[in-house]
């Protein structure tokens, strides 16, 4: 068997094969080590698509120090993680526009009318935005898209639109206030 090292080197000179034989080797374990982590088998299998797309588009330039299953495994790790934080800051962030978004739920007329001052704080926030962060943020919250849906959409990756959520929801949460 080809070692680790090897194989590394030849892809780095552009061996597909190589390059195959490494993704065979670690696309498994390392798509279960991702959704142990994300706690979600589809966004792991992206995670480690990408990782590996990026680690042959980037071949040449590779600098790896440790063993190639360390840095894999880093890289996976770090990515994983990375998500989970999004993901924990995009649900936490929601919330600004889980309570304004049904009038129905306000009590008193007062409460009606602050969240109807809100919503007109928001949508002079989202147009301040450039336009495809308020797209893709018109596109999920009141299109009911999802991630995947977007990205489709509008030709980008399903990471571009996370990245892309998440700046708008900080933006709003910082320009409205809102914590939980």
Known sequence: ?????????????????????????????????????????????????????????????????????????????????????????EESSSDILENISSGTSWESPQERAEAGEMERIINRILARMPARRRDIFMMHREGNKKYEEIAAILSLSVKTVEAEMAKALKVLRKETGYRR
């Open 1 to 89: 068997m080809i070692s680790d090292l090897l194989l590394l080197i030849r892809t780095r000179e552009g061996d597909v094969k190589s390059f195959e034989i490494l993704f065979k080797s670690y696309y498994l374990p390392l798509l279960n080590y991702s959704a142990t982590i994300t706690g979600r088998r589809e966004i792991s299998e992206e995670i480690v698509q990408e990782l590996f797309y990026n680690l042959w588009r980037e071949r040449e330039r590779l600098s790896i120090t440790k063993s190639i299953k360390s840095y894999l495994y880093n890289s996976i790790r770090n990515r994983s993680i990375d998500y989970c934080r999004r993901r924990k800051f």
